[in-house]
């Protein structure tokens, strides 16, 4: 068996010293074992419950760079409540597609830093958790059932996430999509935006009134998108299914409901339906990615933005913090994310996270984020603090 960890004492069965230690954790189970005697000994872990801490890309390039005193001491602080098991600081498919985006040497160093903070834990991609937020909603639609939109922590992590880490994790690699076409999409989208602004301007209506309209507006891209690759595949242009954008998904499998009862327009026209109604637009991923931009169109009222170059500089980030916020936000406890980003989710209109009773944090308030992670060590009780002594032998005595 191979001990990633030897102990100083003698197994306890042969009393041989230098071959007996830890060999894994599976299940919150630590298991040592001999390879004089061949004996095996397990040793039972007690229950945690981590804290989910989503660290933005910004965060993480900072921590990397290994320049500036805050990034490093709250990097070095959250890496030893990681090894605590306090915390857990899972990667996600933002973070792998903005670090593959970025043209640089040091690129793959990078992935490897966010993977080895996450220590392997990771989110499932953005698109299987929308799609399951959308089900449900589609499901309560369809039934005339309240909304409620729970936040199921099996919706954003395959494994589970409240168990004491093994010593070793799987690195997977990334699926990456085309990165050119990822790049020129990321800046059509930016243009695309703040070409709307002049008009944006002229509107007079309530943060509300954003909200849902740009719902409407996304509902109505999606089915849009999904129409146009209908039309390529029936002029037989086969490849229109692998080039689709991801977003056409949502709407072909909401088509599946009811297929063997329900005409293929009628169950279009309900799809339709169902993106201009309110269960659709309390999506929690819904719901906050609009909230984001509503606060936008405000500011854009209000005046701000009028140098249009400036905003497509400023903004350039925009698409992925939303993406992050708006999706995996509502899994976190806390979030730590770009200065400007905390202020719109906490614009008093829209208090974008408050509903999930997610904590949100950046580079204005390292002191509060220090007291957060402070208030996390109530956490580590004395059985968590025996279990450790096990788990890592003589590094928290
Ligand atoms: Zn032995």
Redesign the pocket.
Known sequence: MLITRHLEEP?P??G?SG??GNVNVGRNILNRG?N??R?WMRHPLPDIRKKVIYLDQFFLSHAFRDQEQPFIDAANRIKDMASRQLVVCPYSSVHTDETHLWRHEQQEDLYKFIKQTARGYQFNEAYEIKQEQMYRAFDAFRSETDIIHPIEECDAFREDIHRWDDYFWINIRPFLGDLEAMRQGKAAAIEGLVDLFPEWRKLTTSFEEDVNMEARGYGKSLLDQYLKMVVNVGTGSLNSYMEAPIDTMYVESLLHCDSSTMEIDDRLKRIGEFFSSPHFTNIPNVRISCGIFAVLRKMVKNGAYTNLANARRKLAGLFYDSECISVFGPYSDAIFIDRVMKQWCEDPEAMLLEPHDTKVYSVAGWDDFHSYLDSLEENYTDDIREALNLFYPGVYA
């Open positions: 197994c069965k042969c041989v071959k007996y001999c004089n005697c004996e």
